[in-house]
């Protein structure tokens, strides 16, 4: 096995962007572990959902690795059981929160997750502490849970307790990359990923009606991501529309305010977005690590070959994390 993971190396004939992007899919289907479910009640008198890689209180005294995924994502997503797996074979206790209806059921109250809303995972990390005892801890966000991830690291103080993060394939400016997801092919992605936010709206709705500012036939109406941040999101969170949201919750203008150690992974050929979330390298501070590598497409990254595919950020991550984790 390679022992340097710093370098990224997509599988020959696999650098196209969008095959880099779909492929986990195709080759992670299943999780590798018998996950352990946990239910935490909110301060609101909502919940979010756990899933953690063992029995926490059997693993009191391992490190801990949390996940926060991304949109619409869950613990089948590949990247999120793939890193789970991964971090309980170098003997830390993973676990995924799920943000709000996201588990495969409906939160109760008129309100879901967005990019920006840090209330849930500062709650979470501090109930970990309580809850389980104070051990090493780092967190890795995707997508938009590393948006939400670097709001969330920007914001605590010396005394919480996180150890480090790392961040990938996030938007950091959401406006740009909501233009961008609207042109040429990417437009396949918004698809995909607004039917995942109707289905999951339209589930609430249905279990519990009037949660949301919007019936059901004018969900079905909504064609364009900025629309369903336009008529939910903004609307449910306190903001004045889908742009409102997406300039006071980009990660981008609060990244230098980051103290713990923090990788940043991002891919130029990210389909998702485009050169707006490459932050100024010589404007963030030294405890910050930004890697911008040249193909991976959106959370992708897939090395090795067809044979032996490697699905490079389970080991670049446990690797990078591994001073903080196992000191």
Request: glycine share 8%; with cysteine; hydrophobic share 40%.
């Amino acid at each position: 096995m390679n022992t340097d993971s710093s370098h990224f190396q997509p599988m020959p004939g696999v650098s196209n962007p969008h095959l880099q992007t779909m492929l986990p899919r195709v080759l992670r289907r299943r999780v590798q572990f018998e996950p352990y479910w946990q239910r935490l009640d909110l301060p609101d008198g909502d919940f979010v959902d756990l899933a953690f890689s063992e029995n926490p209180d059997q693993a009191r005294h391992k490190p801990r690795l949390v996940v926060f995924h991304g949109l619409e994502g869950s613990l089948h997503s590949p990247y999120v059981h793939g890193l789970i797996h991964a971090a309980k074979a170098r003997g830390w206790l993973g676990v995924v929160m799920h943000f709000r209806g996201c588990s495969g059921v409906p939160n109760k109250m008129g309100r879901i997750y967005h990019s920006g809303e840090t209330e849930d995972g500062t709650f979470f990390l501090r109930w970990l502490d309580e809850r389980y005892g104070t051990v090493p801890t780092a967190a890795v966000g995707y997508s938009l849970g590393g948006n939400m991830l670097g709001c969330l690291m920007a914001e605590i103080d010396a005394r919480f307790p996180l150890t480090a993060g790392v961040i990938v394939s996030a938007p950091f400016m959401l406006e740009h990359c909501c233009n961008h997801m609207e042109k040429g092919f990417s437009r396949f992605y918004q698809f995909y990923l607004l039917n995942l936010l109707k289905a999951n709206a339209s589930r609430k709705l249905k279990a519990w009606p009037g949660t949301l500012p919007i019936e059901l036939a004018q969900l079905k109406r909504l064609r364009r991501i900025r629309d369903f941040d336009d008529l939910i999101t903004s609307k449910i969170h306190g903001f004045r529309d889908a742009v409102d949201y997406y300039r006071q919750c980009s990660a981008m203008p609060r990244l230098t305010n980051i103290t713990r150690p923090t990788l940043i992974i991002h891919a130029k050929d990210d389909p998702f977005m485009d050169h707006h979330v490459i932050p100024d390298t010589a404007a963030l501070p030294a405890n910050i690590e930004y890697q911008l590598t040249e193909h991976g497409g959106h959370v992708g990254f897939v090395g090795g070959t067809l044979r032996q595919p490697r699905m490079w950020l389970e080991q670049r991550i446990p690797d990078w994390l591994t001073p903080y984790l196992d000191r």
